[in-house]
């Protein structure tokens, strides 16, 4: 998968890339940890005061300072320096699985759908996962925020129906 992302046009001409550390089932893309050229931004899981995601450069895995999430992720430490999100050219997500829509399923925290909310509207939002775990439909919410194009190991395709961002409810 790290050579499909390597190979489509839209990763090879930005510069700086949000990446995720891979837990659990999800994909490792440690393989681009090697893309000397680009800045590579990490999220770190933030409890409190508000939940949420926060961004910091990653100085390459050797070496880098690491620590591991009480859920088991690893992450940039307390103190890190934050990038905001207008810094990402192209957005990396994990998922459990996802649709042919680009509707995500998470760990169901929803860290990344707050995140992923708050990206300019023009940044490529790409699910990684296996052609295994991509179904016809899943179920949507409406605070859910779906990514624009998947990535597997047969390439990286646009999703059919390109996901409204997620709406505040309105009130009547």
């Known amino acids: ?3 499909g992302l ?3 046009p839209a990763y090879r001409h930005v510069q700086t890339v949000l990446l995720y550390l891979a837990f659990g089932s999800e994909v490792d893309l440690e393989l681009l940890l090697a893309d000397d050229a680009r800045q590579l931004l990490v999220p770190r899981s933030e409890d409190a005061p508000t939940p949420g995601l926060s ?4 100085h390459r895995l050797h070496g880098a300072s690491l620590e591991k999430h009480p859920f088991g992720p ?3 430490p307390a103190g890190t320096p934050a990038v905001g999100p207008e810094a990402v050219e192209l957005a990396l997500v994990p998922g459990l699985c996802f649709d042919v829509t680009g509707t995500r399923l998470g760990y169901g925290r929803g860290y990344f759908d707050r995140f992923l909310a708050g990206l300019p509207a023009d940044v490529p939002r790409v699910g990684v996962t296996f052609d295994a775990l991509v179904v016809e439909r899943l179920p949507r919410e409406p605070h859910d925020v779906g990514v624009t194009h998947l990535a597997t190991e047969s390439g990286v395709v646009a999703v059919t129906t390109p996901p409204p961002a997620a709406r505040a409810p309105t009130s009547s």
């Open 1 to 3: 998968m790290a050579e």
């Open 6 to 8: 390597r190979a489509w």
């Open 55 to 58: 961004l910091h450069r990653l």
């Open 74 to 76: 690893l992450q940039p």
